[in-house]
C-alpha cells in the first residue's frame, strides 16, 4: 500500500498596527503590502489591520487610501484607540525620536508587541526600562534597525566573522548620520565572534552649532580585545564624499561598503593578492519588509526579540550615544530624558 500525504504549507500572518503617518511611517507600510514571493518569502505574510493619527482619524484614512490597504483597515485619531484594537498583534512605531519611549510605553501596556523606530530611546536610562517592561509582560520588543536584516548584510557578516576573509579586523572608518555608524560598528566589532560583547572605549567630540544642534560629531571607539579601532563621524551639513561609507581593514584585505550607510548599494571585498569581488544589494520595496518578516517569525515561533537585532545591542548603542553626548556636553531639554518608573 501506497500512502500519499500532503504537506500544507502554512503561512502565519501578522496583523499591524501604525503609529504615526509621516515618511517612515508610509515607506514601511508600502513594503508590507508587498507580494512575499517577490523577495523570496514564502511563510510569512503581513496585513495592515489599522492605522492611527495623532492629528485626526482622516489624517489616518487618507494615509491608509493613499497606499491600497484594505479597506476592512481602521483608521484612528487616537494612539490610543489603535493599541486598544484588539485585531493588532504588533504596532509600529514611526513617531519622532522624542516620542518613543512614551509611545512604547503606551502599546506594551495595551499587551501589544512592539517595533520602534530607531533610535530606541534618547537615553539608556529610557531603553533599560522599556526592555523590562516588555520582559515582565512577555511581549516581543525591537527596535526598527532595518539595516541589520538586509541579506547582503548578514553576507557581510558571514564574509567577517565566520570566514574570515579579511583576516583579523584591525580598524574601520564610518561617515554620516551618527546611529548607522553605531550600528556598523556595533554588527562588524562589538558582535564579533573574538570580542565576547566587551563594550568598546568610547571617546567624542562634538559641535554644537550656537542653537545647541549637534552639526558634526567625530567618535573613536576602541575594542581592546580585538586590537581594532573605528573612527565613526555623522555631520548635518557635510556630503559623504567617497562612494565607499564603510570601510573596514583588515590584516588580510579589506571590505568596503557602497552607498549609504543606512540602506547600502553593495560591498567590494578585496581579499589581498586576489582580485576584488564586487557584490550588488538585493533589495525589495524599501527594503523595510526583511524586519517585518523577521519579526513575523520570531512571533509565530514565541520569540521576545530577534537574533539580529537584540535589545542588548540596542541598549548598548543608546550608552555610547549617552557618552558621545556627555563628552561632547550635549543635553537634550529636561523632560525629554525622564522615565515613568
Ligand atoms: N529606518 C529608516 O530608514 C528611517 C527611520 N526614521 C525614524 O523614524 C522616526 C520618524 O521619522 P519620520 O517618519 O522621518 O518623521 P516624520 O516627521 O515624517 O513623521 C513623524 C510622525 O509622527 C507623528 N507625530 C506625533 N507626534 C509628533 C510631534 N510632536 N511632532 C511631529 N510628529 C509627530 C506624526 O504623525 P501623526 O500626525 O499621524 O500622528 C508625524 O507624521 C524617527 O525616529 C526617525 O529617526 C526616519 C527616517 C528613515
Ligand atoms: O534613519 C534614517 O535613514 C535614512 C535617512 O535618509 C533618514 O534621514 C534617517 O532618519
Excluded at 494612539?79 to 484588539?86: G, N, P
Excluded at 517595533?115 to 533599560?128: R, Y
Excluded at 554644537?208 to 573613536?220: A, N, Q, R
Aim: aromatic share 8%; net charge neutral.
Amino acid at each position: 500500500m501506497t500512502a500519499y500525504l500532503a504537506f500544507t504549507k502554512m503561512v502565519f500572518t501578522l496583523r499591524w498596527g501604525i503609529m504615526a503617518t509621516g515618511g517612515i511611517a508610509n515607506s514601511f507600510a508600502s513594503d508590507l503590502l508587498l507580494e512575499p514571493s517577490a523577495r523570496g518569502t514564502e511563510d510569512v505574510q503581513h496585513i495592515i489591520a489599522a492605522v492611527a493619527s495623532s492629528s485626526s482619524e482622516s489624517k489616518a484614512l487618507e494615509f491608509a487610501q493613499k497606499l491600497g490597504v484594505e479597506t476592512s483597515a481602521k483608521a484612528y485619531g487616537s494612539y490610543e484607540q489603535l493599541v486598544r484594537d484588539e485585531a493588532v498583534d504588533i504596532i509600529y512605531i514611526a513617531t519622532p525620536q522624542s516620542r518613543h519611549y512614551t509611545d512604547v510605553l503606551l502599546a506594551l501596556g495595551a499587551g501589544k508587541h512592539v517595533l520602534c523606530e530607531k533610535p530606541f530611546t534618547i537615553n539608556a536610562a529610557q531603553a533599560t526600562h522599556l526592555t523590562e517592561v516588555a520582559k515582565s509582560k512577555g511581549l516581543f520588543l525591537m527596535e526598527a534597525a532595518w539595516t541589520r536584516f538586509f541579506p547582503h548584510t548578514r553576507q557581510i557578516l558571514k564574509t567577517l566573522h565566520e570566514e574570515k576573509q579579511i583576516g583579523r579586523i584591525r580598524g574601520g572608518a564610518l561617515l554620516d548620520l551618527g546611529y548607522y555608524p553605531l550600528l556598523w560598528a556595533d554588527l562588524i566589532l562589538s558582535d564579533h565572534p573574538d570580542n565576547g560583547k566587551a563594550a568598546p572605549k568610547v571617546t567624542a567630540a562634538v559641535s554644537l552649532t550656537p542653537k545647541g544642534v549637534d552639526e558634526f560629531t567625530g567618535i573613536t571607539l576602541t575594542y581592546e580585545k580585538l586590537g581594532a579601532v573605528a573612527y565613526l563621524t555623522t555631520s548635518l551639513s557635510a556630503k559623504t564624499q567617497t562612494p565607499y561609507s564603510v570601510h573596514i581593514q583588515g590584516d588580510k584585505g579589506t571590505l568596503m561598503i557602497s552607498g549609504t550607510p543606512p540602506n547600502p548599494r553593495g560591498y567590494t571585498l578585496q581579499v589581498d593578492g586576489q582580485d576584488p569581488i564586487e557584490q550588488t544589494a538585493t533589495r525589495a520595496g524599501n527594503n523595510l519588509i526583511w524586519q517585518a518578516d523577521a519579526c513575523a517569525r520570531a512571533i509565530r515561533d514565541g520569540q521576545r526579540g530577534c537574533p539580529e537585532s537584540p535589545l542588548e545591542n540596542t541598549l548598548a548603542i543608546v550608552k555610547i550615544m549617552d557618552e558621545v553626548r556627555r563628552q561632547g556636553k550635549f543635553v537634550f531639554p529636561s523632560p525629554l530624558e525622564d522615565t515613568q518608573r
